[in-house]
């Protein structure tokens, strides 16, 4: 058998007492003509194998370069070396890759930027850096379906394609195998979509909630877990094209319970990070103090990452309405100063990314759930408040709510859904939403209606707070961003 291998991980817990022991792996440096450091992904800590000297051939030693991989053979014993506890003593080297070290793009004497890293995203994961974002994505993700397994919920699979654009139209990616040249046309001079692969037009999800909506009002209560698209054209930090998202829909739910939910899921999530991926955290911890120490001081962040996620663990997170916001955003000294890009006009205004931040991280200081939002700037499935008062200019809410973390902005964006079908159909009539195309959605509240709830949980920004990466783009393998979707 080739693959008798023991994985990195598992080797650096043994105790070394002349074991024999095979790694496999790739080269992460080479000092001395002796010293090798080799990583196989498996943790952030690199094995360190002397090759004895007189022991190997110098055309072996030759080909022992940055990023060559190699299957050793040896024995385990204690270091004499400072930085490590024990060396594996080399009895057979096999170089089973070679690697060109002067074309390996990753020259990590250079120190290569994250931005460079972008432009090598094939080979970043053989950083430390990317090495830990990953691993703890994955634990993230197994962690998602931890949480909703053990609570019993049942994980539905929701389809890519869609053909309702009730959600987003603007937003979303079509999909077709209509000639672009020579697209078919009716009489009157419009595409004619029933020519068409699916005999109609269809797109990319940018949600899988409205038939998670079905699932949650027969197993009563569902998650989704899977990719979504959107067309915007927002090149920020924290918006991809292509995103994982996570979608819980419960029946017999109100917007009390959901954001308890959530923010029993989010604390979980870091917790189970925090547990079992601590020495990659630690090393992201470090990462991101010494980024940090590049900023002016206001910019620096108060905690460092670790404090960060213990407090957010530990610390029940700020529920306030969105009125309550506004008045709060609407006093500040920031506002009066006219320190936001865009003043506090109101209320009825859509809060931008600048005033959900000053919330968290100047106002709060922690995690911060906004719930009852107007009605005009949410979606037509959210439910309908009964609290109209024009007379102190206060218009019609819904039962929505939006977690807000530090760092990061919206994290968690969530209702209560109108299950009453004379007030959904209204709204829908209202926002000009075709309920003929939804009539498979609407037919929940025609067939023993209940009040239900969920939200969505964006992957990559929960990823981005557990690890501290400014950037979403350093945390999705291969982003998808306006202009680009190499690899
Ligand atoms: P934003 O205002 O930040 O664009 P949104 O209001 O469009 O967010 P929702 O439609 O409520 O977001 O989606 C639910 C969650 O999905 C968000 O809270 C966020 O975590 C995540 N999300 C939304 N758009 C993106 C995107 N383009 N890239 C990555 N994550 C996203
Ligand atoms: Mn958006």
Do not use: C
Not at 43 to 69: H, M, P, W, Y
Not at 97 to 123: F, M, V, W
Not at 455 to 484: C, H, K, Y
């Amino acid at each position: 058998m080739f693959n008798k291998r023991t994985k990195i991980k598992d080797v650096l817990v043994l105790t070394p007492e002349s074991q024999e022991v095979t790694v496999m792996g790739w080269v992460r440096s080479f000092r001395n003509n002796q010293f090798i450091a080799i990583n196989d992904g498996s943790t952030n800590s690199n094995l360190q194998i002397v090759a004895e000297l007189g022991r190997f051939d110098d055309e072996l030693l030759k080909r022992i370069t940055t990023s060559a991989s190699l299957k050793v053979t040896g024995t385990l014993v204690s270091s004499l070396g400072k930085g490590q506890k024990m060396d594996l003593q080399a009895s057979s080297i096999e170089v089973l890759g070679d690697s060109d070290a002067e074309r390996y793009p990753i020259q990590l004497r250079n120190k290569p930027t994250l931005e460079y890293l972008r432009e090598n995203a094939h080979l970043r994961f053989r950083t430390n850096t990317f090495g830990a974002v990953f691993r703890v994505r994955h634990a993230l993700a197994f962690a998602v379906h931890k949480f909703f397994n053990d609570k019993g919920f049942v994980y539905m699979h929701t389809p890519i394609i869609t053909a309702s654009d009730a959600e987003g139209a603007g937003e979303m990616f079509r999909v077709t195998t209509l000639p672009l040249d020579k697209t078919p046309t009716t009489p009157d001079n419009v595409i004619d979509f029933k020519q068409d692969f699916f005999g109609r037009s269809t797109h990319l999800t940018v949600s899988g909630q409205l038939e998670g909506e079905l699932g949650a009002t027969a197993f009563g209560e569902i998650y989704t877990f899977g990719p979504t698209f959107r067309a915007e054209n927002s090149n920020t930090a924290r918006h991809l094209a292509e995103f994982w998202m996570i979608e819980p829909e419960m029946a017999f739910y109100d917007l009390e319970d959901n954001m308890n939910l959530a923010e029993e899921f989010i604390q979980y999530l870091i917790r189970y990070a925090m547990e079992n991926n601590r020495d990659d955290l630690d090393f992201l911890a470090q990462r991101l103090a010494e980024e940090e120490k590049q900023l002016p001081q206001d910019k620096r962040g108060e905690m460092g990452l670790i404090e960060k996620l213990e407090f957010v663990i530990n610390n029940s997170f700020e529920r306030l309405t969105y009125t309550e916001a506004i008045t709060i955003l609407k006093e500040s000294n920031h506002n009066k100063k006219k320190k936001f890009q865009f003043p506090i006009t109101g209320w009825g205004m859509d809060l931008q990314s600048e005033h959900e931040r000053y919330l968290v991280e100047k106002h709060f200081k922690k995690p911060v759930i906004l719930h009852n939002y107007p009605a005009a700037i949410k979606a037509f499935y959210m439910r309908q408040n009964e609290d109209a008062r024009p007379a102190e200019g206060l218009g019609q809410t819904v039962a929505a709510m939006d977690i807000l973390a530090p760092g990061i902005g919206e994290i968690v964006g969530g209702s209560q859904r109108e299950e009453r079908l004379d007030k959904l159909e209204a709204r829908m009539k209202e926002m000009n939403i075709p309920s003929d195309e939804l009539w498979w959605y609407l037919d929940t509240r025609r067939f023993g209606t209940v009040p239900h709830a969920g939200f969505g949980l964006g992957f990559e920004r929960m990823v981005q707070f557990v690890t501290g990466m400014t950037n979403i783009r350093d945390v999705i393998a291969f982003p998808r961003t306006p202009g680009s979707a190499e690899f």
